[in-house]
């Protein structure tokens, strides 16, 4: 018996597009990365559903009936229901509606802390990398500076010296974390700097500039972006915290970890006012790690699925 | 090889940075640099904290007669001289006895002192101490030591309470062991609580030097020192100390024989600890608490008491706001004295709505002054006409203090009816009195031109004289904007010897201050305190801070 | 090699002055000051001249630091405004505790993680690695004070099994006691520095395992367990380092929340206090101490990590012209 093998158009194009698929082009679109990667993860479809719900509802709160700051003793610590879907607090407003609220502040911080940390680390980082010498060992003993101070007890000071508010909250978030984000990217940048290609690319004339911009940044961009999710998580976390300690926006309004101090001091008898703003902290920060996570593999060349 | 390598120096480097800083104080064993073992290191750790442990003796803890309170910090030592904090004052009560304490009837609860008379024209105070009075090493307790108490302010701080009525001295006469005289340039009838204010240090430990006292570092710090009160240090942990009952106390022996004062966390751990039966009272603030405890009366007491004390909204004339007469009056119109009970606290029996800024525990007392009355409708009309409504307001409170920020919450919710937005802040007591006292007391530091509302409170108003509301009407650099006529009649009641005409003219006084809208009297609050039930005389001498007589106290079974 | 060990001593001393001025300005702008504990409303202006004055508040920032400067280098780093006493006894005092606390923290960390890492990693994608890394995605996405509650809920007021807070029990000193207090502590200070450090253990056991050299052990036959311990563990170590220099910030500042909440009397609830009571001679004591751990630890990163990756090491020598 003869074995036919029929090789037409369809089967010649099905070929060529497997081709395409296989090899590592430089060029790939970062974005269908990213996109194929999720795709095929459970747990980070689930997240970014997540955030989508948690940005859309906090850019939609003013929308609630509730005036989230107007007090309603009557309902003073109600049982959730249909009016008031997570109960009330303390003074008689609604929880939810706080919540909505407490996500605006908790996420626009976090976001613009993460900001302006990528935007000076990374400065920094791929300069002091880069360039190297004197201008780097000084850069370095600058960021080890922030790197050692601790950051915790200092952010609270700071917080009691300027006016409490978003900007401030903002500024010291930012102020002890672009020195992490500096570290890595130096480090990333100098053994860059020594791989290959960036050597070739010298060797044909390329000026220092150009060099950083077009072949070091796009590779640092992957553990960049990675860096920028957890960014958001981690300054999330630590605004929390800071509102923890009373350091947050001044009442009446919400963040959600001035809501978890709040909360506090009924957590024995009312512990669902302190379970609301404090899962709503872990899936958020939860999802922005499990993204990052998921982009790292998605930007990562390495990686063979 | 190389990475072998790498991983030692990993774990030396590691125990290494560890030993340097924790082989502080004592040459601690030489940990061994290979110890990666979690369970090994973890023991060599512990051996170290049990060797650094004081030595006294392990004796389990007593569960009849041990009455445990929390503290919110371990002080590193426990000197009569130390204060700045009513946790410290509690701290040390058990301690250190006063010579005697106003009560809230209007009388005197007699301590270290036998007798105090003032004479007919109220400028001689004869204090004679009681006969039996020992130090609890055995030292009798005389003059001598308050004299040295004297010296000792003086040294510190430049000046004592008790030596001078405004820049005018105070004659100061030992008679004796035990009597003492005291003769005011003129009547002043304050001075009665800041000779009770004033507390005898040991003379004999320190040999009558108070430069001594001032540079020690290390007496105060060991269980053992000499005391006055009913109970000895005899046992400093890291985080609690243990106080032993004397049995040569002058007035009998404590039923209580142990009393541990240990720190427990911030937050809702006190409640956690108390209903674990860690701990054996602690205060209530909210009324949710109250009704939760009021409802297992079969597991714990509840003890109720007057804390003499009035919170007050105070309007800063620096302020940059700088609101004239109408804007204030809408101001106070707008405020629902009931409702910001009610929201703050929950219920008048946490605290009530004054009508004075004198309390009733003060003799000087009058219920019939007039309160501020609340009218929204003329608040508002007052508003757009003094062109009140609209601006934005700086508010500032004390966070350390209970209640406060629900307060705050409140106030801004009523006012914003008006048109009025609060800007709060809320703050440490250290960064709170430097700000709220800028004109009274810090010399005018600049910080009074950043606030334009503020809410504070005056403690231990009780007794037979204007007590705190005396200073206030009688203010320095016009720090509060009352008339100067204020402080004239403030000063007459001082010096008044005869009572009803005290009365009079403070009624009168006050009322005067109350016309100006400056001051708004927001509680006369309530101390709450929840107690296991085997514990008893928490309210024999309702004297805040907590406890001025421990001989009261009792755990049963 | 030695040189760059002096380098890097230099730079390290260099750094830990700065820290000081640093801290110093920024605790110097704060409002508020000590002299709150001291002065009353009956005191007439004079009187609170010669508190301020004794106090040496009122000299200018810059005389402030040098006078504290030159007594901290001679190890007197003063004595606390608040309580009267030498600030150098009071920190030494206070610093067994802490470090009790971080080391057991630090160990128990890294000895669950880097295991549970491996094993995560390389059983990549089954529902041993989806159960690691959950629990690692939850360690790291808590509020530590948070967690540290919910801890106190369940196991202090629900179950009765463990103390609420402190370090012993009144009157009782044994180990059985200490390990009692320190459960809940240890394990809420470990959890968010197990759980990143889970997470990089794994995606570097990951990226190993693509490695070539790995499949070249694979087809002589060496067993995974063998692959793991020996070739994959030790290359996973480098980027452990890094972090470790970086977890020691959290520790040291984690260490102040956590010793609030469970009311552990360490260094770091000492100086919550003292940041309240604006009492600075403390709070530069402990910046200076916390800053030293810090820069210890990433001086000792700094140097295994160059010594390790040799490209890093090449690439030093090239700039210093060998």
Known sequence: MENKIVIDEKSFQRMEKKEKDLGTVYHRSLWKDIVSEIKSNPAAILAVIFLTIIIIAALLAPMSPYDPNKLDLANKFAEPSMQHPFGCDEYGRDYFTRSLYGGRVSLLVGFSAMLVTVLIGTTIGIFSGYIGGKLDMFLMRFTDIFLALPSMLLMIVLNTILKPGMITLILVLSLFSWAGVARITRAETMSLKERDFVLASKNLGAGSLLVAVQHILPNILGPLIVAASLGVASAILTESSLSFLGLGISIPNASWGSMLQAAQSHILDKPMLAVYPGMLILFTVLSFNILGDVLRSALEPKIVK | ?557 | MLKLCLRKLGQLAIVMVLISFFSFAIIDLAPGDISSMYLTEDMSEEEKQIVIEKLGLDRSMPEQYFSWASEAIRGNFGVSLSYKTPVAPMLMKRLPSTILLMGCSLLLSLALSIPLGLIAGYKKNTWVDNLISGFAYFGMSIPSFYFGMLMIILFTAKLHILPSSGMHTVGVNTPLDTIQHMIMPVLTMALSTMASKTRYVRANTIGQLSEEYVLAAKAKGTPPRKILSKHILKNTLLPIITILGMNMASLVCGSFIIESVFGWPGVGSFAMEAIGKRDYPIIMAYVMLSGFILVVGNFVADILYSFADPRIKRGIDAVHGK
């Not at chain 2, 774990?11 to 061994?32: E, I, L, Y």
């Not at chain 2, 007794?463 to 206030?472: D, F, I, K, V, W």
């Not at chain 2, 403030?490 to 009322?511: F, I």
């Not at chain 2, 008893?536 to 004297?543: A, C, E, R």
Request: charged residues 25%; glycine residues 6%.
């Open chain 2, 1 to 557: 090889m190389k990475k072998k390598i790498l991983a030692l120096m990993l774990a030396a480097a590691m125990a290494m940075s560890m030993v340097a800083c924790g082989s502080g104080d004592q040459g601690t064993a030489q940990k061994p640099a290979e110890e990666t073992k979690t369970e090994q290191t973890t023991e060599t750790k512990k051996e170290e904290s049990t060797e650094k442990k004081e030595e006294t003796p392990a004796a389990p803890a007593e569960e009849k007669d041990t009455f445990t309170v929390a503290i919110s910090y371990m002080p590193d030592q426990l000197s009569p001289a130390s204060g700045g904090s009513d946790d410290y004052t509690s701290m040390t009560r058990p301690l250190f006895d006063r010579l005697y304490m106003e009560n809230n009837d209007g009388g005197i609860d007699y301590y270290m002192a036998e007798s105090l008379d003032i004479s007919e024209d109220g400028k001689t105070y004869t204090l004679k101490i009681r006969d039996d009075v020992k130090w609890s090493d055995g030292t009798p307790v005389t003059t001598k030591d308050i004299q040295f108490a004297i010296d000792f302010a003086i040294l510190r701080y430049g000046r004592s309470s008790v030596t001078s009525i405004n820049g005018n001295p105070v004659e100061i006469q030992v008679v004796d062991d035990k009597t003492m005289t005291f003769t005011l340039p003129e009547p002043y009838a304050y001075y009665i609580v800041s000779l009770s204010s004033l507390v005898p240090y040991p003379y004999h430990v320190f040999d009558g030097d108070a430069q001594k006292m001032l540079d020690d570092v290390t007496y105060y710090t060991k269980p053992g020192f000499a005391t006055t009160g009913p109970y000895v240090v005899s046992e400093i942990n890291e985080d609690s100390v243990v106080y032993t009952a004397r049995d040569d106390y002058y007035r009998g022996t404590p039923s209580v024989k142990k009393v541990v004062m240990k720190v427990i966390g911030s937050g809702s751990t006190k409640a956690i600890a108390f209903e674990n039966g860690e701990i054996d009272y602690m205060r209530l603030t909210t009324v949710d608490e109250l009704e939760k405890y009021e409802a297992q009366s079969d597991k714990y007491n509840i003890y109720s008491f007057s804390e003499a004390r009035l919170n007050y909204l105070q309007v800063n004339p620096y302020g940059p706001a700088n609101l004239n007469d109408e804007q204030r009056e809408a101001l106070f119109y707008a405020i629902n004295g009931d409702e910001v009970i009610d929201g703050a606290y929950g219920s008048d029996k946490l605290a009530t709505n004054p009508n004075s800024i004198l309390t009733p525990d003060i003799s000087l007392y009058d219920p019939e002054t007039p309160d501020y009355v609340y009218d929204l409708e003329k608040a508002k009309e007052l508003a757009k006409s003094s062109g009140l409504e609209g601006m934005t307001l700086t508010y500032i409170y004390n966070a350390d203090r209970p209640n406060m920020e629900a307060v705050a919450v409140v106030l801004q919710q009523q006012l914003s009816q008006i048109g009025v937005t609060l800007q709060i802040e809320g703050m440490d007591s250290s960064s709170f009195f430097p700000r709220f006292f800028a004109a009274s007391s810090y010399g005018m530091n600049g910080q009074e031109k950043t606030w334009d509302l503020g809410t504070n409170g005056w403690d231990s108003m009780r007794g037979r004289t204007l007590n705190q509301a005396y200073s206030y009407l009688n203010q320095t650099n016009n720090a509060w904007g009352l008339t100067p006529t204020c402080g004239e009649l403030a000063y007459k009641v001082n010096t008044c010897t005869d009572p009803e005409q005290a009365k009079a003219k403070a009624s009168e006084v006050v009322k005067i201050a109350l016309d100006q809208h400056r001051i708004y009297p927001l509680t006369y609050t309530n101390y709450i305190i929840v107690s296991q039930k085997n514990v008893t005389g928490l309210d024999k001498h309702p004297i805040v801070p907590e406890f001025a007589d421990y001989l009261d106290i009792s755990v049963n079974g």
